[in-house]
């Protein structure tokens, strides 16, 4: 592809110039210039308001993709025991096969994990595809993947969903490469565009600094994973449903890989997601020190300390304890944010929760936008205070 300038008629503006994110143009003699390093991008083709700017390249068409149908959902499973998220892609596969008017679908891989069936039509699927095989008992990505391929190509689904826990970020990238199709990591957020009906699927980028929307126009499925805590898992009372069952024929010799033993950390982690209260402090606390005061009021309330991405950078709190676009999203009943400006990066990750409690010294903090309550002080003064308080009313 090559792109080169119409200098009759180009005008000078510099449109092109601004719009080039390769620094590859310049002003010559009032012309624009197009330089070597252009990558032939096309940014400044729909720049130029005067059609100065001219390329060999054959438009690119999108391909008839009116027979994949459906949004589908990965279950993940363990050991007879859903994923949460399973059910909250679910919940937000609901929503999304309204607009398109498609249907919901789960699917299904283990051994003897039948039962499960049930609580995904509990929670909104139409169908569940289930491939119940001894091969597929334990998680392997070969195994997983191939079953998926054959599932994908057979009922050729328009959008898959998968959790973005430790196995869905081992499985999707492999199972995305094998059906040729490209894949949106972490999304925060997804909706349909109400022009071309395709998926908008946005997730952070640059270190959460700024966030991306990412469609993908070209292939299907439009595959992405979705972070444990960002959708909202909704029940569907008295929904029936079927179970379409999927035949396996894997072996082990065809797999190649054997799972001999499972070690898991005898520490127990942090898990954010099922803490009905949590307290959560920000650069206001000023160092690790301060943090034992905001863990003695998590303790008094009964919760979970938490904290953004400076506290975890600064090594105040371990990262399994942060919370926003970088760390977790989390939906707690209250959430209490100590010296936490309110930065939309840690916004995005406690949005979903109840009723929001905030405690900074400045009151044009963005944090007190979104708080349902806010107490303007020194938090070194107050979150004492408030556990006193606490502690007090269940000593009486």
């Excluded at 679908?105 to 509990?122: D, E, F, I, W, Y």
């Excluded at 304890?321 to 959430?335: K, N, W």
């Amino acid at each position: 592809m090559t792109v080169w300038i119409e200098t009759d008629l180009c005008t000078g503006c510099r449109r092109c110039l601004r719009a080039c994110p390769y620094d590859a143009m310049e002003m010559r003699d009032g012309k624009a210039f197009v330089l070597d390093r252009c990558t032939s991008c096309g940014a400044c083709l729909e720049a130029c308001k005067d059609d100065a700017i001219l390329t060999d390249a054959e438009p690119r068409e999108i391909p008839d993709f009116s027979d994949r149908q459906g949004v589908w959902v990965f279950a993940e499973q363990s050991k007879g025991t859903l994923h949460p998220v399973s059910l909250e892609l679910l919940g937000k596969a609901q929503g999304l096969a309204q607009e398109l008017q498609q249907e919901v679908s789960a699917v299904l891989l283990g051994s003897q994990v039948s039962s499960l069936t049930k609580p995904l039509l509990g929670y909104g699927a139409q169908k569940v595809y289930l491939a119940n095989h001894r091969t597929l008992k334990d998680f392997r990505t070969t195994a997983y993947a191939e079953v998926m391929e054959t599932l994908v190509s057979q009922y050729k689904p328009n959008i898959l969903l998968i959790g973005a826990t430790y196995l869905g970020r081992d499985l999707a990238p492999r199972l995305a490469r094998l059906v040729g199709s490209g894949l949106t990591a972490d999304c925060t957020e997804l909706h349909i565009d109400p022009d071309e009906g395709i998926l908008l699927q946005t997730r952070p980028a640059f270190g959460g600094n700024v966030m991306a929307t990412i469609a993908n126009r070209y292939s299907r499925p439009q595959v992405a994973t979705v972070r444990p805590g960002v959708m909202e898992a909704l029940p569907t009372p008295g929904n029936k449903g079927k179970v379409v069952r999927h035949k396996v024929t894997l072996t082990e010799k065809g797999i190649g890989t054997k799972v001999l033993e499972m070690v898991r950390e005898s520490k127990k982690r942090v898990n954010l997601s099922e803490a009905r209260v949590v307290v959560a402090g920000g650069r206001g606390v000023g160092d690790a020190k301060g943090f034992k005061v905001i863990e003695r009021l998590a303790k008094a309330v009964g919760g979970e300390m938490a904290g953004t991405r400076i506290a975890v950078e600064e090594g105040w709190i371990p990262a399994e304890r942060q919370v926003g676009q970088t760390g977790q999203t989390i939906r707690p009943e209250i959430y209490i944010a100590c010296g936490i400006s309110g930065a939309i990066q840690h916004r995005a990750g406690m949005l979903g929760s109840r009723y929001i409690i905030a405690i900074n010294k400045d009151e044009r903090a963005p944090i007190f936008e979104v708080a349902d309550w806010g107490i303007v002080g020194d938090l070194h003064e107050v979150v004492p205070e408030l556990t006193k308080a606490f502690k007090d009313s269940k000593g009486k």
